[in-house]
């Protein structure tokens, strides 16, 4: 049985919500799923899983979350090639650069030779219904990729 591993920084408990409802959507795929909070896990965990997502959220006017920095950098390291990748994420579109930080997960994870299962999926603040849709299709791309 494939497995995902997601790992996500919430603030608010938006992303945390937005990471559950993507587990909840790979575990409906047949998928092993493992969910952690950020700080809980080192990077290299990634290496165990066929499919590794990341939720974030975007801090202020772009800066990355204090509490997944070290994950950031830590993933920078890794070589994920064979895996599947997908990143999600909140923000705020009052702020310019809204959801910036899912895109600085998506360029990293691109350099690691992992291979995007995915389109990003961004979330203004809580997750809506058709949120919640572009969270489970987005689960579901990412599953067929490893079956």
């Given at each position: 049985m494939a497995v995902a591993k997601i790992v996500y920084a919430s603030l608010t408990g938006n992303?945390?919500?937005?990471?559950?409802?993507?587990?909840?959507?790979?575990?409906?795929?047949?998928?092993?799923v493992e969910i952690n909070e950020c700080t809980?896990?080192?990077a290299e965990e990634?290496?165990?899983?066929?499919?590794?997502?990341?939720?974030?959220?975007t801090y202020d006017e772009g800066s990355l979350p204090d509490?997944?920095?070290?994950?950031?950098?830590?993933?920078?390291?890794?070589?994920?090639s064979g895996k599947v990748y997908g990143v999600i994420g909140s923000g705020d579109t009052f702020y310019e650069r809204f959801c910036s930080c899912v895109d600085d997960f998506d360029h990293v994870f691109s350099q690691t030779g992992a291979t995007k299962g995915a389109e990003s999926v961004k979330v203004d603040l809580a997750a809506e219904e058709e949120d919640i849709q572009r969270l489970e299709a987005?689960?579901?791309e990412l599953a067929e990729k490893v079956k």
């Amino acid at each position: 049985m494939a497995v995902a591993k997601i790992v996500y920084a919430s603030l608010t408990g938006n992303t945390e919500e937005i990471a559950d409802i993507v587990a909840e959507a790979l575990e409906n795929e047949a998928l092993d799923v493992e969910i952690n909070e950020c700080t809980q896990v080192d990077a290299e965990e990634f290496l165990d899983a066929d499919i590794c997502v990341v939720g974030t959220y975007t801090y202020d006017e772009g800066s990355l979350p204090d509490d997944i920095v070290d994950f950031y950098e830590d993933l920078k390291e890794l070589d994920l090639s064979g895996k599947v990748y997908g990143v999600i994420g909140s923000g705020d579109t009052f702020y310019e650069r809204f959801c910036s930080c899912v895109d600085d997960f998506d360029h990293v994870f691109s350099q690691t030779g992992a291979t995007k299962g995915a389109e990003s999926v961004k979330v203004d603040l809580a997750a809506e219904e058709e949120d919640i849709q572009r969270l489970e299709a987005f689960a579901k791309e990412l599953a067929e990729k490893v079956k």
